[in-house]
Every structure is written in structure tokens, then in C-alpha cells.
């Protein structure tokens, strides 16, 4: 239990351009999930909390218009990265909070996706 | 705000040896102490977990410390194998909603 699955895996695009990024929680429902992004050789930075069926919150420094989030239901968010320029390439990780059999919330992250702008 | 210190930034061990990490927090009310284990190009995948209301937690070869008082935890690896080279990440839980800040990556390497 508690797999995430993010798609897709990678995309390349030009600059100027819009790319949506899936997570699903497969097995679970979550009405959270987090949105993280990752630098290479660096750690993991949250961008936002996700929320199912409400605004998604921001985490300071982070463009809400840039980065668009929606939380259609309780397996599915997604970020939208508009006019992405280069220096939005990144690697982008979404996870979402599981209960089970651990106690309390632990969150499972997705595989990523690299996004790289040309 | 919210900080996570993670030390050594580059481990390497003997196959056989032990390996430990140790990290920092800044937050008095954090309550949950993730580790993660990362290959290149993939997601986090969690190894061992603690909670505030307990001081060590084991799991076969991996064991995991926390000292409240001096608001740090350690991640304890015996018996490495090839296997366990990786990127480690140590988190602590913030505010509400079960949000995570991380430290910044130990790259754990295992010698054969």
C-alpha cells in the first residue's frame, strides 16, 4: 500500500510554454499532498501544500501564478508550471500522507519528474 | 524558521562497517523524525520513521535515535552492503499539516 505515481517520468519544452505534472495517490486516498523541488546535488525544498477541494498554500517565496495547483480529488493533484523559463528545470517530487499501519501520517513520495526548458 | 542540520554531507564505509548520520533541529514542537533513502534519479523512499515519544527505533540492519532535549537524531546503518550507497535525507515535521523540512543529503558510499 501507499504507492504515488507521478506522470510524466520527464518532459523537455521551450521557453514560454505550460506543463502540467500528475500525482496519484494509487491506493489511498489523500487530501493533502505536498509539491517539492529538487536542484541537482541538492536537497528537497517544499513549494506547496496541496488541498483537496480548497486552495492550495504557498510556501514563502513560491509564485502561486507561476506555479498552479489543483487538487481535483482525493487521488489526483497536479502542478502546472506556466511559461516555464530554464530556470524552472528541475526535478519536481510530489508526496502525499498515508496513515497505516506506522501511526500517525507519514508521507510516501512519487518517482519525480525532470522537467527541463529549453 | 524551521531548520534541519545534516552531517557528514559525503560518508564513505568499508562493506561490513557501520555508517551514521546525524542530524539537527531547530523546532522544539517537532514531533516526527523521517529518513529517506534516495537513488539517483528517483523519488524518496522511506526506510525508518520516529516519533517524539520514543528514543530508538530498529529495523533489521537500520536503527534510528532521537534526543529531545538536544533536539537531534541519528540514522545508525550496520553491516553496509554495496547496496545501501545512496543519498540519505533526514526530515523533521513543522508546523501544521504534516509538513517536512529536510537536511541537505548525506551521499552515503559503500565500498566492496
Known amino acids: 500500500g501507499a504507492v504515488v505515481s507521478q506522470h510524466p517520468s520527464r518532459v523537455i519544452c521551450k521557453s514560454g510554454t505550460s506543463v502540467k505534472i500528475e500525482c496519484r495517490s494509487l491506493d489511498f486516498q489523500a487530501t493533502t499532498m505536498f509539491w517539492y523541488r529538487q536542484f541537482p546535488k541538492q536537497s528537497l525544498m517544499l513549494m506547496a501544500t496541496?488541498?483537496?477541494?480548497?486552495?492550495?498554500?504557498?510556501e514563502q517565496g513560491v509564485e502561486k501564478d507561476k506555479f498552479l495547483i489543483n487538487h481535483a480529488s482525493l487521488t489526483l493533484s497536479t502542478l502546472t508550471v506556466t511559461s516555464a523559463h530554464p530556470e524552472d528545470s528541475s526535478f519536481y517530487i510530489c508526496s502525499a500522507p498515508f496513515s497505516g499501519t506506522r501511526g500517525g501520517d507519514t508521507q510516501y513520495f512519487g518517482p519525480g519528474t525532470r522537467l527541463t526548458v529549453l | 524558521g524551521e531548520n534541519v542540520e545534516q552531517h557528514p554531507s559525503t560518508l564513505s564505509v568499508q562493506e561490513g562497517d557501520s555508517a551514521v548520520i546525524k542530524c539537527t533541529y531547530s523546532d522544539s514542537a517537532s514531533n516526527y523524525f523521517p529518513w529517506y533513502k534516495q537513488e539517483l534519479g528517483k523519488g524518496p523512499q522511506l526506510i525508518i520513521d520516529i516519533r517524539s515519544n520514543v528514543g530508538e527505533k530498529k529495523d533489521q540492519r537500520i536503527a534510528v535515535t532521537l534526543n529531545k532535549t538536544a533536539k537531534h537524531f541519528s540514522l545508525h546503518i550496520t553491516e553496509t552492503q554495496p547496496e545501501d550507497s545512496a543519498v540519505y535525507f533526514c526530515?523533521?515535521?513543522f508546523g501544521r499539516g504534516n509538513k517536512l523540512v529536510f537536511g541537505a543529503g548525506t551521499i552515503l558510499r559503500v565500498k566492496s
Open positions: 526530515a523533521a515535521s
Open positions: 496541496s488541498n483537496e477541494g480548497s486552495k492550495a498554500t504557498y
